[in-house]
C-alpha cells in the first residue's frame, strides 16, 4: 500500500509468530551525504531515541520496556532503520512509538554533547580493528572519492563539529514520505496496522527521492600498518551488478567460491594449505552498486602465497564453474533465504530495500526463478569480467613493505 505521499507500507499477517515486529526504513544513509556532513545520519539514527516533544529518552525507553518491546536501529550506507519487537497485541503502540522517534525526535543539545562521547568512542574502536580498517580501505579502493566510499560512522572532525541544527536540517531534506517504507510483521489485523500505520505516517511531506549516482569502480591497493597487530587482514573485491539489476549471480558466484568449509576457498586455503584462519567471499549487493568480497585473515609469512592461491582460483571460475559446485551453491543461497524468512526483522528489511531499488516487493516464487536461471555459464562470464575490471585490494593489521609489490603483481592491482 502507497499513502498519498509516496510512504509505502507493508502489513504481512504470520499466524506462526509469537512476537510482532515493527519497522521503519529511511532511504538515508551515508551514501546519500556530502563530505562535510559524512557520518551525520548515523549520528540522527543515535539521536532519534534522546526525546520528542512528549517523551524524553527515559520515557521512550520506558514506555517500550513496559511492554517488553525491544527498540533499537541501526544505519548503512544506502537506509536508516529503525525498529521494535513485542508481543503482537502491543503491534499498534509500537507503530505509534516508532511513529513518533522517527517523526517527532527533538534532538536535545544537552543529550548531543553526552552522546557525542559515545560516538567518538564507537569511532576510536574501529580505528583501532585490523577489520574495520580493511573494510574502509577497501571501499576507498573501489570507488575513490565517491559518497559510497564513506564510512557509515563518518570522521572525528565531523562528529566533533555536528550541532543539533546540522541534524534536524539533515532530516528536513533526507525524511520525506517518498524516502519511507514502514511495516509490521506478525500475528496482526492487517487492516488495523495498516490504519496505525497510515495514522503514523500520512502527514510526512511527500518530497523526492534520495538517489545515489552509481558509483564507477576505480581498484587500486590500499594499505594500512596498524602497530601492535600481529596479523594481516585482507579484502580483495571486484564490482558486480546493482540491486536494481535484479541478477542474483553475485550471490551464487560467492557461494559457489566461498560459502562453507567444503567450499573452494575454505577447502583449499584452510584445509589442505593452512594458509589462513579465516576466509570467505560475499557479495553485497546495494541499491546503485554491488562488490564480490573476498575476506581473510592470516600471518604476514603467509600473504604471499595465499595472495598466490587466490589469484589461481579466480582464474580457474573464470574458466570453469562445476556443476556439483552449482548445485551446492544454489542449496546454501536457497536456505539461507529461508532462513531470512523466518527472521521477521529480516523478512521486512528485504522487502523495504527491494521497494527501494526495485519499485516493488519480489515474491518468494518469484526470487526462486531467478536463482534457478543462474546458469554456469553465467557464473563463469561474471568471474571473468570481474577479473577484466581488476581487483581494489585492502591490507591492514601487519603490513610489511614487500606485501604491496607482492599484491600488485598476483592479483595484477592496478598502479594508483
Request: glycine residues 8%.
Given at each position: ?102 517523526r517527532h525526535a527533538t534532538y536535545p543539545e544537552a543529550e548531543l ?304
Open positions: 500500500m502507497t499513502l498519498p505521499n509516496g510512504v509505502r507500507l507493508l502489513a504481512i499477517r504470520s499466524p506462526g509468530l509469537h512476537t510482532a515486529s515493527v519497522s521503519v526504513f529511511v532511504r538515508s544513509g551515508s551514501a546519500h551525504e556530502a563530505a562535510r556532513d559524512n557520518g551525520i545520519s548515523h549520528v540522527i539514527e543515535h539521536m532519534a531515541f534522546k526525546g520528542t516533544p512528549t517523551r524524553d529518552a527515559r520515557r521512550l525507553n520506558l514506555d517500550a520496556e513496559r511492554l517488553g518491546a525491544d527498540v533499537n536501529a541501526h544505519t548503512d550506507k544506502d537506509h536508516t532503520a529503525y525498529y521494535m519487537c513485542g508481543m503482537p497485541r502491543d503491534a499498534l503502540s509500537m507503530v505509534g512509538m516508532l511513529g513518533d522517534i522517527v554533547e553526552r552522546e557525542r562521547t559515545v560516538l567518538q568512542a564507537e569511532l576510536a574502536d574501529e580505528q583501532d580493528d585490523p577489520a574495520a580498517n580493511a573494510w574502509r580501505l577497501f571501499d576507498e579502493a573501489s570507488f575513490g572519492r565517491h559518497p559510497v566510499a564513506r564510512p557509515v560512522i563518518g570522521t572525528a572532525r565531523n562528529l566533533a563539529r555536528f550541532g543539533r541544527d546540522d541534524l534536524v536540517r539533515h532530516v528536513s531534506r533526507q525524511y520525506s514520505g517518498t524516502n519511507v517504507v514502514a511495516g509490521v510483521i506478525g500475528d496482526i489485523e492487517p487492516d488495523a496496522v495498516l490504519d496505525a500505520l497510515s495514522a503514523a505516517f500520512g502527514s510526512m511531506p511527500g518530497g523526492t527521492g534520495n538517489r545515489i549516482e552509481a558509483p564507477e569502480f576505480i581498484g587500486g591497493l590500499r594499505t594500512r600498518r596498524l602497530v601492535g597487530s600481529s596479523q594481516t587482514h585482507l579484502v580483495v573485491g571486484f564490482p558486480v551488478p546493482s540491486l536494481q539489476a535484479d541478477d542474483p549471480t553475485a550471490l551464487i558466484a560467492a557461494s559457489v567460491l566461498g560459502e562453507g568449509m567444503s567450499s573452494p576457498l575454505l577447502h583449499r586455503l584452510r584445509e589442505q594449505l593452512g594458509l589462513v584462519y579465516h576466509a570467505d567471499a560475499s557479495a553485497d549487493v546495494m541499491d546503485s552498486w554491488g562488490q564480490f568480497r573476498i575476506e581473510a585473515s592470516t600471518s604476514p609469512a603467509n600473504v604471499e602465497p595465499l595472495l598466490a592461491e587466490l589469484a589461481t582460483m579466480l582464474d580457474a571460475h573464470a574458466g570453469r564453474i562445476d556443476p556439483a559446485e552449482l548445485r551446492r551453491a544454489r542449496n546454501q543461497v536457497l536456505v539461507s533465504r529461508l532462513r531470512a524468512l523466518e527472521r521477521p526483522g529480516r523478512r521486512l528489511e528485504d522487502a523495504a530495500l527491494e521497494l527501494f531499488a526495485l519499485g516493488r516487493a519480489r515474491s518468494h516464487e518469484e526470487w526462486l526463478d531467478r536463482i534457478a536461471s543462474v546458469s554456469a555459464a553465467k557464473v563463469r562470464r561474471l568471474f571473468e569480467r570481474m577479473l577484466e575490471a581488476g581487483p581494489a585490494v585492502a591490507l591492514t593489521g601487519n603490513v610489511r613493505p614487500a606485501m604491496r609489490e607482492q599484491a600488485m603483481k598476483l592479483l595484477r592491482v592496478r598502479r594508483a
